[in-house]
């Protein structure tokens, strides 16, 4: 498998990760709309808790770190309560990816740092 390919499956595995954690999240608290972070700064969620299925969580600066039975993952929110943003960790490859538009990079307001996969990417 090329590297490329090893890395969109890291990403899609990282999104659907994230997705399942925001989603036990948002079922867990009534947020009223707002994005995660500005519920969590209302106080509508809790900074550390225990979601179902034993899921723990732990809001920090613009994001929240989740543990789980097999393991644990970091998220950032973006725009839009936005979860799928991932730090760069492979230079090279990622720059690759932005070349070819399967990824773009934030750069805005809450993690400028972020990567995300474009609406071209299936």
Known sequence: MEKRDQILNLINDYISCAKY???L???????KGESFLRARREDLIP???????GCKF???GGGCYFEFEN???DIDFGPDNRCDGSEAIIKEELDKLLKEKIIIEL???PNPHLFFVSSKFP
């Open 21 to 23: 954690m925001c989603s």
């Open 25 to 31: 999240l948002g079922e867990a608290y009534d947020i």
């Open 47 to 53: 900074k550390e808790g225990l979601l179902s299925e």
């Open 58 to 60: 732990s809001f920090h």
């Open 71 to 73: 393991g644990a993952i």
């Open 107 to 109: 750069k805005t307001y």
